[in-house]
Each structure stands twice: as C-alpha cells, then as structure tokens.
C-alpha cells in the first residue's frame, strides 16, 4: 500500500535486519513461489514463527524496541495517492461484485498511535471514505471495551503488529463485532470517535500498564 515509499522495504527486506544479503534470492523465490505453502516457509521473518495459512503467519515473541512510531501521518495526505487507488479500486471492485465491503484496522498499541502524530487524520479520512462509499469503518485501535480486547506488552510482536496470542484475542473480538453487525446491531457505538478519548478512558496495556 505504500507504493514506491515502500519499494526499498519489499526489495530489500535487509533493511529490517530480517535477513540477510546472501539470504535475498531465497527470500524473492520464496515469494515468487512455493513459500507461502505449508511446510515452506523456511525464510522466516523472525526466528519463532510458523505459517498457519491463508496468509497468516503465527509469530511468538514481544515488541523489542518499545512503541516508537515509524511514521506520522500527514495531516493533508493521510494516506498516499497509492493507497487511495487502491482502495478505490477495491471498493468498486465489491460494488461492482455484490461483495459487503468492511474496512477495518487492526488493534494499533495505545503506545504506538499515542507516539504517532495526526493518528485522527486517518481515522477521519477513512470515515470519510466510508460514508461516501457506503460501506463501514472500523478501528479496533479505537475499540471501547479494553476488557474485552484485553491488548497488552505480550500481545504485540513489534510495535504495530499483533504476535499469535495478540491475534486470538482480536480475532474472537472481531467475530464477535461482525455477528452482532449482522444480527442489525450499531456497532460503530463500540468505538470511541477520537484517539483522544481512547488514551484517556481505556487505554490498552502497552500504555496503561
């Protein structure tokens, strides 16, 4: 989604200290391939992880280097020319298909989005989207109930992705969300309007803690 801002990473995923040089032409045949087959995915990202399927990869272990952010959002483009063809192209592509279209962000860290400059510029801007589009908009970053998504420093992988428990946690949440959207339920009521109002009533455990 990043474009040609993300080409260095997907080129050279080095860069990360993911592997290393030599390893290059087995990451890229690996991609091209049989990588993502079970029992293939021998270029691992990180030393403990395992493919699950369906593009899901399990990954245990914690955030090491904290919740920095990596990138602040640009108030007057929160997300890049690249992000929004392709949303587009996706969105018509459901209209088009008959397909229920849900748009929906992952469980951030408190610590992360409080770190990440003009987060609610992009909460905007795709709320924007969905009105305009019909379609729905969810942001688990700004889920209300912390009970229930109870998100912490062990659920985290690094400091923006959900590691294998993170993921169990949020994927019964998720389900749980999305039945009682199809059961004719206003779900966008279980999500605060502004990060602002997240951080200071319910904060997950990578800030609260």
């Not at 593009?55 to 280097?65: I, Q």
């Not at 400059?117 to 970053?141: K, S």
């Not at 009970?147 to 062990?154: I, K, S």
Request: proline share 4%.
């Amino acid at each position: 989604m990043g474009g040609l801002a993300a080409f260095a990473d997907l080129v050279f995923p080095a860069r990360h200290a993911i592997v290393t040089p030599d390893e290059l032409t087995e990451v890229w045949r690996a991609k091209l391939t049989d990588g993502y087959d079970f029992g293939n995915y021998t270029y691992v990202t990180y030393p403990e992880e395992a493919y699950r399927g369906d593009g899901f990869v399990y990954t245990w272990g914690t955030a090491p280097y904290g919740y920095d952010t990596i990138l602040d959002v640009d108030p007057d483009a929160p997300l890049s020319d690249f992000g929004w063809d392709n949303l587009e192209r996706i969105t018509d592509f459901c209209n088009d298909s008959g397909i229920r279209l849900v748009l929906v962000t992952a469980p951030l860290p408190s610590a992360y989005a409080a770190d990440t400059a003009n987060y609610q510029a992009y909460v905007d801007a795709m709320r924007a989207f969905a009105a305009e589009n019909g379609v729905q908009y969810w942001d688990f970053t700004l889920y209300r109930d912390a009970a229930a998504l109870d998100l912490g420093t062990d659920d985290f992988a690094d400091a923006h992705h959900l590691n294998g428990q993170g993921a169990e946690k949020f994927t019964a949440e998720f389900c749980r969300v999305a039945a009682q959207n199809d059961a004719g339920q206003d779900v966008q009521a279980l999500f605060y309007d502004t990060l602002e109002q997240k951080l200071a009533n319910a904060p997950d455990g990578t800030l609260a803690g």
